[in-house]
């Protein structure tokens, strides 16, 4: 049972940093593609970041330099530092995973796996 359990949510003030984690298990974690999603309130799901096998790195526009995606395969887990947040940063974060080793796809749809979640507010 492949399992992905997120921390490191909470409410921060504009400017301020928060760094997500992924915790995954139950399956060849390291030879996934793993991605970050977000849902902001009455929004559809969206990409953040993807991170594929070989450290090939995708990020959405929104993030413009101030989100890191990454991984430690040794830990089985991925991570998200996201700094000079904004207040529309505001949504339910999500880490996904794929199982392919170059990730090939930005669209919620092509992740099998997901985490349950995890709240992140930014107030101004």
């Known amino acids: 049972q492949v399992q992905l359990v997120e921390s490191g949510g909470g409410s921060v003030q504009a400017g301020g940093s928060l760094r997500l984690s992924c915790v995954a298990s139950?399956?060849?974690?390291?030879?996934?593609?793993m991605g970050w999603f977000r849902r902001a309130p009455e929004k559809e799901r969206e990409v953040v970041a993807t991170?594929?096998?070989?450290?090939?790195?995708t990020y959405a526009d929104f993030t413009k330099g101030r989100f890191t995606i990454s991984r430690d395969s040794a830990k089985d887990t991925l991570y998200l530092q996201m700094n000079s947040l904004m207040p529309e940063d505001t949504g339910m974060y999500y880490c996904a995973a794929d199982p392919v080793l170059r990730c090939t796809t930005l669209v919620p749809a092509g992740f099998h796996y997901w985490g349950q979640g995890i709240q992140v507010t930014v107030s101004s």
């Open positions: 139950g399956y060849t974690y390291s030879r996934y593609c």
């Open positions: 991170i594929g096998y070989y450290g090939g790195t």
